[in-house]
């Protein structure tokens, strides 16, 4: 499956976002989905994750409250959606899917990728 992220922009701080994930290719319906980002001069940190059905889903600590994520599989499209964010936000967005349908919080269980999208939280 291919994936594309879109919606990352520059925002001031409380304020919020939607990225958005669409895939392409069969297995998506059969695929977990995860959010994950990167800061500059960072390692990879997870974000969210959501399984096949959409009725399952898991966000990090230190994000949940303010980030939620769903998808939608007949329209090959998944989402994240971000409150009150902060400039510690601030990174690449990467959404990925697993080649099982069951969540997970280990970039390395994700065989897709997309190419990321940038949001920029300011103070």
């Known amino acids: 499956v291919q994936l594309v992220e879109s919606g990352g922009r520059l925002v001031q701080a409380g304020g919020s976002l939607t990225l958005s994930c669409a895939a392409s290719g069969l297995t998506f319906n059969n695929q977990a989905m995860g959010w994950f980002r990167q800061a500059p001069g960072k390692s990879s940190e997870f974000v969210a994750t959501?399984?096949?059905?959409?009725?399952?889903?898991f966000v990090a600590s230190s994000m949940r409250g303010r980030f939620a994520v769903s998808r939608d599989n007949a329209k090959k499209m998944g989402w994240l959606y971000m409150n009150n964010l902060k400039p510690e936000d601030t990174g690449i967005y990467y959404c990925?899917?697993?080649?099982?349908?069951?969540?997970?919080?280990?970039?390395?269980?994700?065989?897709?990728w997309g190419r990321g999208t940038q949001v920029t939280v300011s103070a």
């Open positions: 990925a899917a697993r080649r099982t349908g069951v969540v997970d919080t280990q970039a390395s269980e994700y065989a897709d």
């Open positions: 959501i399984n096949r059905l959409g009725d399952s889903s």
